[in-house]
């Protein structure tokens, strides 16, 4: 697959990260992790980079938002936060944690390998937080 429409990605990293169904579709092309994020309600997501170095995410981030509203914090920095909203392309660097402030669909293009560290995290925190420890 080299062409497909944004809402046609695979869900769930086509089955490498099947704790975030349909709310994440992507795609690993090349260098690149296509990822289509579609949450219906505000979602602060800072709790799942718990375990990680710092508790953010290290994975810098290319988009689009298509609809919605996504604030970039970056904990114990001097770095400002930085919201993107709808019609809004934007560059979060590593570093930081994302709080969806209302419903929202993003698309993101982000270095593979870091992002798969990433979502290899969340899908371990998703099932702890399942399995209730």
């Known amino acids: 697959?080299?062409?497909c429409k944004a809402t046609?990605?695979?869900?769930?990293?086509g089955g490498r990260w099947p704790m975030s169904g349909t709310a994440f579709r992507s795609v690993h092309w090349g260098d690149l992790e296509v990822g289509l994020t579609t949450l219906s309600e505000?979602?602060?997501?800072?709790?799942?980079?718990?375990g990680l170095p710092g508790g953010v995410c290290p994975c810098p981030h290319y988009g689009y938002v298509f609809s919605g509203r996504v604030r970039c914090v970056y904990?114990?920095?001097?770095l400002a936060d930085e919201?993107?909203?709808?019609?809004d392309v934007y560059f979060?660097?590593?570093g930081h944690y994302l709080i969806y402030e209302e419903p929202s669909?993003?698309?993101?293009?982000?270095?593979a390998a870091a992002l798969a560290r990433v979502m290899d995290h969340v899908q371990g925190?998703?099932?702890?937080?399942?399995r209730g420890s």
């Open 1 to 3: 697959m080299g062409v």
């Open 8 to 13: 046609e990605l695979p869900e769930a990293g």
């Open 42 to 50: 505000p979602a602060n997501i800072s709790g799942m980079y718990d």
């Open 75 to 78: 904990p114990d920095s001097e």
């Open 83 to 87: 919201v993107a909203e709808t019609g």
């Open 92 to 94: 979060f660097q590593s």
């Open 105 to 111: 669909q993003v698309l993101e293009f982000n270095p």
């Open 125 to 130: 925190y998703a099932e702890r937080m399942l």
